[in-house]
C-alpha cells in the first residue's frame, strides 16, 4: 500500500513558477516509478512527467518538456514537480501516481496507475 498527498499548488500569474510536492508513505517508494498527471476542468486526465525509480530516466509530455522537471528524493519518501514559464492551459488539478513498478511506462496512461493522491489545483492567470 501506497499514499501519496500532493502539495503546493496555488495561483500564479502566466510566466511565473510553482513546485508541487508529493509525498509517500510505506518502505517501498524507492522501489517505484512516480507520475504527476493533470486533469484540466471538462478533460480527461492526462500524463505531465514521470521519473524512474532511481532517477536515472525522466519523460515528460511534449506540452511540458523544457518548462517542468520532475526530481525525487528516496530518502524523504518525495517527489517533485517543478514547473516553470506556466500558462494559462496548464491550469488543472494535479495529482500524483504510480502503478507500483520501477521503471517507466513506454506510454504513460492514468488507468495503468496503482495509486493516486487527492490533486492539488493549479491555476494560472492570464
Known amino acids: 500500500q501506497v499514499a501519496l498527498v500532493e502539495s503546493g499548488g496555488g495561483l500564479v500569474q502566466t510566466g511565473g513558477s510553482l513546485r508541487l510536492s508529493c509525498a509517500a508513505s510505506?518502505?517501498?517508494?524507492?522501489?517505484?516509478?512516480m507520475y504527476w498527471f493533470r486533469q484540466a476542468p471538462g478533460k480527461e486526465r492526462e500524463f505531465v512527467a514521470a521519473?524512474?525509480?532511481?532517477?536515472?530516466?525522466?519523460r515528460y509530455a511534449d506540452s511540458v518538456k523544457g518548462r517542468f522537471s520532475i526530481p525525487r528524493d528516496n530518502a524523504k519518501n518525495t517527489v517533485s514537480l517543478q514547473m516553470n514559464s506556466l500558462k494559462p492551459e496548464d491550469t488543472a488539478v494535479y495529482y500524483c501516481a504510480t502503478d507500483s513498478r520501477g521503471f517507466i511506462r513506454p506510454f504513460p496512461s492514468a488507468s495503468d496507475m496503482d495509486y493516486w493522491g487527492k490533486g492539488t489545483l493549479v491555476t494560472v492567470s492570464s
Open positions: 510505506g518502505r517501498t517508494f524507492s522501489s517505484y516509478a
Open positions: 521519473i524512474s525509480r532511481n532517477s536515472g530516466t525522466t
